[in-house]
């Protein structure tokens, strides 16, 4: 017997969160602090909203994030950035160019 499925997509945990990521650019980026995945990473330790066990992070007093980025290599690099609240979202891109 066929039945319809019950959800169309996974379940996602609504809360506020700031993410950072590589868009473009071919060396190593990290982020510190490690930041919530925007994408629908349903592992339970992933740190992605659509995770089993996942919380949002608190917001700073003063609602500014803070997050530092090292670029292992020199080149041209876009960086996306994405505020999330669950139900809305908006999207930043910025190139960074690095030098040795």
């Given at each position: 017997m066929m ?9 996602k945990?609504n809360?506020?969160f700031l993410?950072?990521?590589?868009y ?7 982020f510190?602090?490690p930041l919530?995945k925007?994408?629908?990473d349903?592992r339970t330790?992933?740190?992605s909203?659509?995770?089993e066990?996942?919380?949002p ?7 500014i ?6 670029f292992?290599?020199p080149?041209?690099?876009?960086l996306?950035g994405?505020?999330d609240?669950g139900g809305l979202?908006h999207?930043?891109?910025?190139t960074v160019?690095?030098?040795?």
């Open positions: 039945r319809r499925p019950s959800q169309v997509t996974v379940g945990i809360g506020l993410s950072w990521n590589v473009r650019g071919k060396g190593k980026v990290t510190d602090p919530p925007p994408w629908e349903t330790a992933a740190n909203p659509w995770g066990l996942w919380l992070p608190s917001v700073p007093e003063d609602g994030y803070d997050v530092s980025v090292t292992e290599s080149g041209s690099y876009i996306w994405r505020a609240d979202y999207d930043a891109y910025i160019h690095v030098e040795e």
